[in-house]
């Protein structure tokens, strides 16, 4: 066989010889790639290709796992105690010997009333007996509630981040709008408190309160993380605090957006009787932005003037618009995404899109250094050429960035993008809102690369959220040779129709092996399966 189409092979055995015998692409080198990322092809003949229906779980909200997958994180069903579960591998002798004894045979779907696989999976693949309980919502937090879908890892799993929140009935201080001149009172306040978990110790080594404030940590949308430094969003307040994680404990660093550095010692803050009437200054960051806007007007050139009433026309949007979303894109750049304040005469928002503005600001030389509309191609190509950095997640194993099948078809259809090209504004106005990206939501697990596998995006995803339920099984094919891979077997359990209610399904996927654990939910009723490698499991091929 040739030499190059050993190293296209896909067959188990070549794959086995060639990395026996150190075959390697041209050009590449084993000594500058990651761990296992000469066995990234193993990854199209191993899958999780057979799934264990309805499986017995502990009394548990499964979160997910660790970046080197040694741990899977839970929640307890109260809410105030994380679960940290030893993942002992799909290969270990427990899980085979159970897999054997059930004689689950060549079938991709194994659901059985008569078998112990369901009731003892989940503890041949975790061990249950020597879970790490930590009871965190206690004493001064014994009012709060851990939030399920919230966790952020920092120092490569190290340690994690976690988040709590309580209600609030008071009403804010007089002097948050002071401080606050951007304040979004339309909000409810909560009260919030940070947990840094060190994951080899099993202990909390800090706490962080943060009361009377609005962040949106469903998902990890009001918190980024770029190295050791952490910015956290408040809705509430129009700020960002940064935080940097210092031995276990998050230290201060500054607060983003109300005024600049040393405006607080140098200036005054008193603004007299404070009422409705009070017409506050603008933030400094919006000072920035309508600077920054102003000088990209070149008074000679001969769209000046509408260039100028274009700028003139903005500055009321400028002047009231909400931060929504914001990331670290590294240490010194964030990536800011305004929108439209709704006024308090409209009663229904005129638009179902708001109008968004995206700005870069320079966190050392507090400086706007780009500002872009919601349909700007300039933006379009950004994401297209910096997506993979954008998304801050990297496989510890592979060294793969998640590949979102979004990014996969902008790269195949507006890979040279311009504004001559029919219909690339509107491409623009469609996919531009997939920035800023929340931090770590994204799985880097192979089985989701879109240039390797195609499947339907609707059902599954790299995003970390749940999806509407199937009604047949996933199918993950080749994309090169459009061969069934292996199938996800998570179907909806229940009639789908406009009247009944939605059924859910969430994927936790393992960071590099073949295991996914998939979640359905239908109300309060919760449905949970296995997906695994079997070696004497066969895939049904069958056309498109």
């Given at each position: 066989m040739a030499y190059s189409e050993r190293l296209q092979s896909q067959n188990l055995v070549h794959l086995l010889q060639n990395r026996e015998s150190g075959f390697l692409a041209p050009g590449t080198s084993a000594s500058r790639t990651p761990q296992f990322a000469h066995e990234r092809k193993f990854y199209k003949c191993i899958t999780p290709c057979l799934t264990i229906d309805s499986i017995s779980i502990p009394q548990v909200y499964l979160r997910k796992f660790t970046p080197d997958g040694s741990k899977l994180l839970a929640f307890s069903q109260?809410?105030?105690?994380?679960?940290?579960?030893?993942?002992?591998?799909?290969?270990?002798?427990?899980?085979?010997?159970?897999?054997?004894?059930?004689n689950v045979g060549t079938g991709e779907c194994f659901k059985?009333?008569?078998?112990?696989?369901?009731?003892?999976?989940?503890?041949?693949?975790?061990?249950?007996?020597?879970?790490?309980?930590?009871?965190?919502?206690?004493?001064?937090s014994g009012r709060y509630y851990l939030h399920r879908e919230f966790s952020v890892f920092l120092e490569n799993g190290r340690y994690v981040l976690l988040a709590a929140m309580s209600v609030l009935r008071n009403a804010l201080p007089t002097m948050s709008?002071?401080?606050?001149?951007?304040?979004?009172?339309?909000?409810?306040?909560?009260?919030?408190?940070?947990?840094?978990?060190d994951l080899e110790q099993g202990c909390v080594t800090h706490r962080l309160f943060l009361s009377q404030d609005s962040i949106v940590i469903a998902h990890n949308h009001g918190i980024s993380v770029f190295g050791s430094t952490i910015a956290i969003m408040s809705r509430l307040h129009q700020c960002i605090y940064v935080y940097e994680l210092v031995e276990g404990r998050l230290v201060e660093q500054e607060t983003i957006g109300p005024r600049p550095r040393d405006f607080i010692e140098n200036a005054s803050m008193d603004v007299g009787n404070l009422d409705a009437t009070t017409v506050m200054p603008i933030t400094h960051i919006k000072q920035r932005v309508l600077s920054f806007l102003y000088r990209q007007i070149y008074g000679e050139s001969p769209s000046a003037r509408q260039k100028l009433q274009d700028f003139y026309k903005i500055f009321e949007f400028v002047e009231y618009m909400i931060?929504?979303?914001?990331?670290?894109?590294?240490?010194?750049?964030?990536?800011?995404?305004?929108?439209?304040?709704?006024?308090d005469s409209d009663v229904m928002p005129l638009t179902p899109t708001p109008r968004r503005l995206y700005v870069f600001y320079n966190i050392a030389s507090e400086e706007v250094v780009g500002v872009y509309h919601d349909d700007s191609v300039d933006l379009l190509q950004i994401i297209l050429?910096?997506?993979?950095?954008?998304?801050?997640?990297?496989?510890?194993?592979?060294g793969d960035a998640p590949s979102l099948p979004l990014h996969f078809f902008l790269k195949q259809n507006f890979a040279d993008a311009s504004e001559s090209i029919p219909f690339i504004r509107h491409a623009a106005l469609r996919f531009n809102p997939s920035v800023p990206v929340s931090s770590q939501s994204l799985s880097p697990s192979p089985y989701l690369q879109f240039n390797d596998f195609s499947y339907d995006d609707r059902h599954i995803?790299?995003?970390?959220?749940?999806?509407?339920?199937?009604?047949?099984?996933?199918?993950?094919?080749d994309r090169m040779t459009k061969s069934v891979k292996f199938r996800l077997y998570a179907k909806?359990?229940?009639?789908?129709?406009?009247?009944?209610?939605?059924?859910?399904?969430?994927?936790?996927?393992?960071p590099f092996e073949p295991f996914v654990l998939s979640i359905q939910k239908c109300m309060n009723s919760y449905a949970y399966?296995?997906?695994?490698?079997?070696?004497?499991?066969?895939?049904?091929?069958?056309?498109?």
């Open positions: 109260d809410q105030r105690s994380l679960h940290i579960y030893k993942y002992k591998g799909f290969g270990s002798a427990a899980v085979g010997e159970l897999i054997r004894e059930a059985s009333q008569e078998s112990n696989v369901q009731n003892q999976i989940f503890d041949r693949l975790f061990a249950t007996k020597d879970a790490t309980v930590l009871r965190l919502c206690q004493g001064e709008y002071i401080l606050y001149p951007d304040l979004f009172d339309k909000l409810d306040a909560y009260s919030y408190v940070f947990f840094v978990v931060m929504e979303r914001m990331q670290l894109v590294n240490k010194e750049l964030l990536l800011l995404r305004y929108e439209e304040r709704q006024k050429q910096f997506y993979d950095q954008m998304s801050n997640v990297r496989s510890m194993q592979t995803s790299p995003l970390e959220r749940p999806n509407p339920c199937s009604t047949e099984p996933i199918v993950f094919r909806a359990r229940r009639p789908t129709n406009a009247l009944s209610p939605r059924e859910l399904c969430a994927f936790i996927w393992h399966h296995v997906h695994l490698y079997n070696h004497s499991t066969v895939v049904e091929q069958t056309s498109n």
